[in-house]
């Protein structure tokens, strides 16, 4: 079983839409989650850390769920500049040994 | 601040061949992580450096590839001989090394192993 599952996508949505991404983690032992962006043929940035009581960041929402192991991302108001695969990636020490997903393609049309 | 950088950006080869990238980190960061990245796929990590000494190589396919950051700053990841599913973007990442600070990517290096 993989470390982190999430779905691929592609998830194509219009300007302004809300967004959600899932996805889950095998290891109970996972101590710090994440979430990366990454554009195409670029490298993976920190788009935000997932903490348990949630966390926001503009537009952007993080939720953690220890009990079922699921993390998720939700982003309103969707631009187009948010176009990009999105991450989720986990950690059993900090931001040391990092897990990463497949990746969620996201797609914001006009 | 600068970033990681990593050189080449691209590199073809045939397979049985050699070759190698570099990497150097952002200044100070005592951690540092090579991660192969296969098209459609997640970084998946192929070895990790504290300072020159090796903390996590359980991932590495060490019958072709080894790693090396003998001063503890630059690291050279080299494949030998290659593979045509070695093709995937090969990934360096920095970290301080304190608590929950963030890996920092560099660029990668694209192989095409044909």
């Known amino acids: 079983r993989k470390e982190v599952e999430q779905d691929p996508g592609p998830f194509n949505v219009p300007e302004g839409a809300t967004v959600a991404f899932n996805c889950t983690y095998s290891?109970?032992?996972?101590?710090?989650f994440f979430w990366y962006r990454q554009d195409c043929r670029k490298e993976p940035k920190l788009l935000m850390s997932v903490y348990s009581s949630g966390n926001e960041d503009g537009r952007f929402t993080a939720q953690l769920n220890r009990a079922s192991q699921y993390i998720s991302l939700l982003i309103r108001d969707s631009k187009l500049s948010d176009s990009a695969t999105y991450l989720c990636v986990v950690s059993q020490t900090g931001a040391n040994n990092l897990f990463f997903g497949t990746g969620t393609r996201l797609t914001v049309i006009p | 601040e600068a970033g990681v950088a990593q050189s080449p950006r691209y590199k073809i080869i045939e397979k049985r061949q050699s070759v190698a990238f570099w990497c150097n980190p952002i200044?100070?960061?005592?951690?540092l992580y090579w991660y192969q990245q296969i098209l459609g796929q997640g970084p998946k990590l192929l070895i990790q450096f504290q300072n020159n000494g090796v903390v996590d190589d359980s991932q590495l396919p060490k019958d072709r590839f080894s790693a090396e950051r003998l001063k503890g700053v630059d690291s050279t990841l080299k494949i030998q001989p290659a593979k045509l599913e070695d093709s995937a973007v090969y990934l360096c990442?920095?970290?301080?090394?304190?608590?929950?600070?963030?890996?920092?990517f560099g660029p990668g290096t694209r192989l095409t192993v044909l």
């Open positions: 200044s100070g960061h005592a951690t």
């Open positions: 290891n109970s032992a996972s101590q710090s």
């Open positions: 990442a920095s970290r301080e090394g304190t608590g929950t600070d963030t890996q920092y």
